[in-house]
């Protein structure tokens, strides 16, 4: 074997070859270093003197399916220049590893395409040297998101475990990439997020986020030119969540023949009109659902009027629209309603920025369900710093249907 394929093929250079041997399958190549190119590896001196050597395998790329390793007694030596005696440096590997560097880069490729576990069980190295190898990778590619190029951001939070525990997200509209991961949620968890901002000198020109009082005085305080953008999203959840408990509300006070007809119809109370489908009889059994309630068929009209507010040609118009809708929603005496009209009245000037800055947090819900998927996919994540680097990385991840 010469020192040329030693180069090429694991990434060794400076090295001379010594001699192979074959043992249960697998392959190991016993290289040593010449006394010439010995050098201090504190103050890279020439001038070192041998004192002994300590000898250690590293784990490379693998040859076929045969693991393969490479054997080196690494010197010791004693430098004139600094007086001290330690082992020279390796630089094929890095400092407490085991393996080379050119099998670190090939685990990191393999994990873009397998799991931990797939890519741990064809290298033959436990699970955790391979997680090691990944969350060094993303730390080093993701771990400081460069912030200097934000122009519109959304902030949301998503919760990551049981118990309330929850982490705060920062995403660049404009390239679908997480920049920020903050622990907690509220005005808190943005806290780190500011400092580094302020730092970056970037200039933010909008923030979609939902109406979050916590949320918006955060964002008043820190980007107090930004323009703040109240999502569709949220807004209609909002409402969806009120009209929820207006049927559960019914429900409970119906008669069997009425519990009948309100069973299931909550899905139908909650999806777009333009969606409901024909071959199911949806739209029958939703007018059946709303014929036996007047505040319930009103709150739903009102409900789906409200998602109209999005699709007006001009900001002046969308503004005299909120307005009619407004007083219709009072003057149908219903509570929900009336609650929900004081609800869009106090936001009303964030809904109407939406003319001028047109960006909502559906991106960033996309990526909360990545990170969902992504979560199952790993039955849960007991390293939370791994976590937020998977997180930061997630929109170079595509999921497909198999099968």
């Not at 937020?388 to 170079?396: C, D, F, N, R, V």
């Amino acid at each position: 074997m010469s020192t040329s394929l030693l180069y090429h093929g694991f990434g060794i250079i400076g090295y001379d070859y010594v001699r192979t041997d074959y043992q249960d399958g697998q392959i190991h190549f016993t290289i040593s270093q010449p006394k010439t190119s010995l050098r201090c590896p504190a103050c890279g001196s020439s001038k070192v003197s041998p004192r002994g050597s300590v000898t250690r395998t590293f784990r490379t790329l693998p040859i076929g399916s045969r693991h393969t390793f490479v054997i080196l007694p690494i010197p010791r030596v004693a430098c004139e220049a600094c007086n001290i005696v330690r082992q020279v440096h390796v630089p094929f590997a890095d400092h407490r590893r085991t393996y080379t560097k050119a099998f670190e880069r090939y685990a990191s490729d393999m994990c873009q395409k397998q799991t931990i576990q797939d890519v741990a069980r064809h290298l033959g190295v436990s699970w955790d040297v391979i997680k090691d190898i990944q969350k060094k990778d993303l730390k080093r590619r993701f771990g400081k998101p460069k912030l200097k190029e934000l122009r519109r951001i959304a902030i949301d939070e998503i919760a990551v475990a049981k118990g309330h525990r929850y982490r705060t997200l920062v995403m660049d509209l404009d390239t679908g990439a997480v920049v920020f991961v903050g622990e907690g949620k509220g005005a808190d968890a943005l806290k780190p997020f500011w400092k580094r901002l302020k730092s970056s000198r970037s200039k933010i020109e909008a923030v979609a986020m939902d109406m979050s009082p916590a949320y918006f005085e955060a964002v008043s305080t820190n980007l107090p030119k930004a323009a703040i953008v109240f999502d569709r999203f949220h807004v209609i959840k909002l409402f969806n969540d009120k009209l929820s408990e207006l049927r559960r509300s019914l429900y409970h006070n119906a008669n069997q023949q009425q519990k009948k007809v309100l069973k299931g119809s909550r899905w139908l109370l909650l999806k777009a009109s333009e969606h409901l489908d024909d071959t199911r009889n949806e739209q029958d059994r939703l007018q059946q659902a709303l014929a036996l309630n007047q505040p319930l068929l009103t709150a739903y009209y009102l409900k789906e009027e409200l998602r109209l507010f999005w699709d007006k040609p001009t900001k002046g118009v969308a503004k005299r629209f909120l307005k009619g809708w407004l007083e219709r929603a009072r003057a149908s005496g219903i509570k929900i309603l009336i609650t929900m009209a004081k609800t869009v009245e106090s936001h009303m000037e964030g809904l109407l920025t939406w003319y001028d800055h047109r960006i909502s947090s559906g991106p960033m819900e996309g990526t909360n369900n990545k990170i969902k998927t992504m979560k199952r996919q790993a039955y849960g994540y007991r390293d939370m710093e791994f976590f937020e680097l998977k997180i930061l990385s997630i929109h170079e991840a595509k999921y497909a249907l198999v099968g």
